[in-house]
């Protein structure tokens, strides 16, 4: 396989990483409104690092410590996230009801 076949097969990669990040980030946005509309925060550092060892495990290899810090910032973005639908929520008053 030569470069340009390897960079094509990295596309088709990326192209799925993105629609499963997109598929996350939607989730994300479920758990978000859930959370504002129960009133539970939306940092819950537990769950985090749960996410972190099921998906890293402890690997101290240099591969270990670059798929923790990538799910170090996917589980930083959902925050983002979920901040952002819980402010939503608040400035229409849906939290409430209303």
């Given at each position: 396989?030569?470069?340009?076949?390897?960079?094509k097969?990295?596309?088709l990669?990326?192209?799925?990483?993105?629609k499963?990040?997109?598929?996350?980030a939607?989730?994300?946005?479920?758990?978000?409104t859930?959370k504002a509309k129960?009133?539970i925060p939306?940092?819950?550092?537990?769950?985090?690092?749960?996410?972190?060892m099921?998906?890293?495990?402890d690997r101290?290899?240099?591969?270990?410590?670059s798929?923790t810090e990538?799910?170090?910032?996917?589980?930083k973005e959902?925050?983002?996230i979920q901040?952002?639908v819980a402010?939503?929520l608040?400035?229409?008053?849906s939290e409430?009801?209303?």
């Amino acid at each position: 396989m030569n470069l340009n076949e390897m960079r094509k097969e990295i596309d088709l990669v990326d192209a799925q990483i993105v629609k499963l990040i997109d598929r996350r980030a939607q989730i994300a946005v479920r758990i978000g409104t859930l959370k504002a509309k129960a009133g539970i925060p939306v940092i819950d550092r537990s769950r985090e690092t749960e996410v972190i060892m099921r998906t890293c495990g402890d690997r101290g290899d240099d591969f270990g410590r670059s798929i923790t810090e990538i799910f170090r910032t996917i589980l930083k973005e959902s925050r983002t996230i979920q901040i952002g639908v819980a402010q939503k929520l608040l400035r229409s008053g849906s939290e409430t009801g209303k």
